[in-house]
């Protein structure tokens, strides 16, 4: 069975920093796009980062360039977000997710939950000081 496993979440300071984990469990990540969303309380599920299949290609959300970065470890079968210089509105769960392996390239902005095919949990990242 296809499992995404978040973890890294946690409570931090205005300013500090965060690296979340996405390991995937039941199949191989070389050959999925692979995103990472978030969904703070009252609001809808937004996009934040996501990286394309195998050889890398990378998006990012407006709100988080420049202090966010998305790599994959496919030795280790994981895909991370480094998130620095965190605000308070970075405040949400935050989810991994996966498109189908025929899909090549991440997709990011609206409506582009949609896109995705499998979803982790969620891992709670909360900035307050």
């Known amino acids: 069975q296809l499992q995404l496993v978040e973890s890294g979440g946690g409570l931090v300071q205005p300013g500090g920093s965060l690296r979340l984990s996405c390991a995937a469990v039941?199949?191989?990540?070389?050959?999925?796009?692979l995103g990472w969303f978030r969904q703070a309380p009252g609001k809808e599920r937004e996009g934040v980062s996501c990286i394309n299949s195998a050889f890398g290609g990378a998006n990012y959300a407006d709100f988080v360039k420049g202090r966010f970065t998305i790599s994959r470890d496919n030795a280790k079968n994981t895909v991370y977000l480094q998130m620095n210089s965190l605000k308070p509105e970075d405040t949400a769960v935050y989810y991994c997710?996966?498109?189908?392996?025929?899909?090549?390239?991440?997709?990011?902005?609206?409506?582009?939950?949609?896109?995705?095919?499998?979803w982790g949990q969620g891992t709670q990242v909360t900035v307050s000081s």
């Open positions: 039941g199949f191989t990540i070389d050959y999925y796009a």
């Open positions: 997710a996966a498109r189908r392996p025929s899909v090549k390239e991440c997709v990011l902005g609206t409506n582009s939950t949609d896109a995705y095919d499998y």
